[in-house]
């Protein structure tokens, strides 16, 4: 590696998340459920164009997007603070917009200059509005770091106290992070199926699959918390063992493909105490219709060995990259390359996600680094020994021109993703896992032709 590869400077080019008060896309994600932002001109449509727009062209849904109310913050409420705008804003959208809870997030002006948002949301509650509040300016981290802030905030000023018995086989489910993960729609829909499949009442909590803001409520009535993802949703279910007492499950692996998937159903069965037959029977009949499917691809991969490719890169997010590593060694037996983790997760956090690739298969351990910066990221895969075939690479749209320059294929898998049109499309679970094999081998005959 040369001096001018290694050099760092404190820019990073080509980010793969954004910032805190992206989180506003967190509480859109909940049917019914409208942020409002307090923060400068052009804050949230930013948020919007980059995680909601050019990331599967996902749209903003009832209560993102376009619709989102701002203070729109200027000068004036750097000196004298926004407040009153504030106020103003939300009897505003009171008015006008009908929704079964507001949220309001904070930018970095509001912030800084020390509004008390608090204040002013708390006239409102008092008065039987439902809305609350998350401070989310920029340096509080990145969407995921506001994406735990906003479920908190819901958490302890709309769902509350509550101290009555649990419900056995209901279950909160805590993973992706919406819109951001590009998928986010299709995937949880295929883990709520799965999960209702052997016997669970589901609190989805995002996405189309949710009841809104009911399945919030009904959050401390679960059995347990299930954290589906390497780390997000660990800090919430953390505070919920605390403030309800319950217990939790983490799963840090998303299952893609019948082994995974029927594995991960099984752990959380028997965490849960379900009946073990009811389970079998669910997997037994999703298994027969997956492997059907893979034994009319068998033919396709048998005799079109010469151009498919034989190892991988995955940039991305750990959710995704880790359950697309395992998937693509121990289903497809394509070999690891390289995988870089994008989204900067917790130092207290990383090891643990460091050990589940050194487990990837029973004789498969691979490294996995962590890199925010494009140009670095990309310096690495110039670098990777890829073999004499060219590489498959699950990125996003930063690694096009790369992908093209090592005369490779692209499967876009994550923010950016603004050559892929996402309506409800899954990459996880038996179903999901059909998809992306659709996926990737319709890319890689398309690249050899």
């Known amino acids: 590696m040369s001096n001018q590869e290694n050099i760092r400077t404190n820019s990073i080019q080509q980010i793969r998340y954004v ?6 896309h967190s509480a859109a ?5 409208i942020p409002i932002v307090h923060c400068g001109p052009g804050c949230a449509d930013k948020q919007f164009m980059n995680v909601g727009f050019y990331n599967g062209f996902q749209g ?13 913050s200027s000068e004036k409420d750097v000196v004298f603070g926004g407040e009153e705008r504030l106020r ?9 917009l009908d929704a079964d809870l507001f949220v309001v997030l904070t930018g970095c002006i509001a912030d800084l200059v020390g509004d008390d948002v608090g204040s002013v949301v708390g006239e409102f509650q008092e008065q039987g509005v439902p809305i609350v509040y998350a401070e989310t300016g920029g340096f509080k981290g990145n969407n995921f770091t506001g994406h735990e802030l906003v479920t908190r905030a819901i958490i302890d000023q709309y769902v509350g106290a509550y101290d009555g018995p649990k419900q056995q086989g209901l279950v909160n489910v805590w993973s992706l992070l919406p819109y951001h993960n590009t998928f986010w729609r299709g995937d949880l829909a295929e883990v709520k199926r799965i999960l209702e499949g052997i016997g669970f ?6 996405g189309t699959e949710s009841q809104g803001v009911s399945e919030w409520k009904r959050i401390p009535q679960a059995q347990f918390n299930l954290v589906l993802s390497p780390w997000l949703g660990l800090q919430t279910v953390r505070h919920l063992a605390e403030k309800y007492g319950q ?3 983490h799963v840090p692996v998303i299952p893609i493909g019948a082994q995974e998937t029927s594995r991960f159903l099984r752990q959380v069965a028997e965490f849960a105490g379900l009946d073990p037959a009811k389970t079998e029977a669910f997997i037994q009949a999703e298994e027969k219709m997956y492997y059907r499917y893979l034994e009319d691809f068998a033919d396709f991969y048998a005799e079109y060995w010469w151009g498919l490719p034989a190892k991988f890169a995955v940039v991305g997010d750990s959710a995704y990259n880790l359950a697309i590593t395992k998937f693509l060694v121990n289903q497809l037996g394509v070999i690891p390359g390289k995988q870089i983790i994008t989204e900067n997760p917790p130092e207290e956090y990383r090891e643990a996600i460091r050990k589940q690739y050194h487990s990837i298969a029973e004789d498969v351990s691979t490294d996995v680094e962590f890199e925010e910066d494009s140009y670095h990221i990309h310096q690495i895969l110039r670098r990777t020994n890829f073999g004499h075939k060219p590489p498959i690479i699950f990125g996003t749209t930063w690694e096009r021109d790369l992908t093209k320059e090592m005369k490779g294929s692209i499967v876009e ?21 059909l998809s992306l094999i659709e996926k990737i ?3 890689t005959v398309s690249a050899s032709a």
């Open 201 to 206: 009442t589901v609190n989805i909590l995002f």
């Open 19 to 24: 910032c805190s008060i992206a989180a506003m």
């Open 441 to 443: 081998y319709t890319t």
């Open 29 to 33: 994600a909940i049917p019914g459920v």
């Open 88 to 96: 103003q804003l939300i009897a505003s959208s009171l008015t006008i």
């Open 413 to 433: 898998i994550g923010f950016p993703a603004s050559y892929e049109v996402v309506l409800s499309r899954s990459y996880i679970g038996y179903r999901g896992a």
């Open 60 to 72: 903003g849904g009832y209560g993102g997007g376009a619709v989102v109310p701002s203070t729109n």
């Open 247 to 249: 217990p939790f499950l």
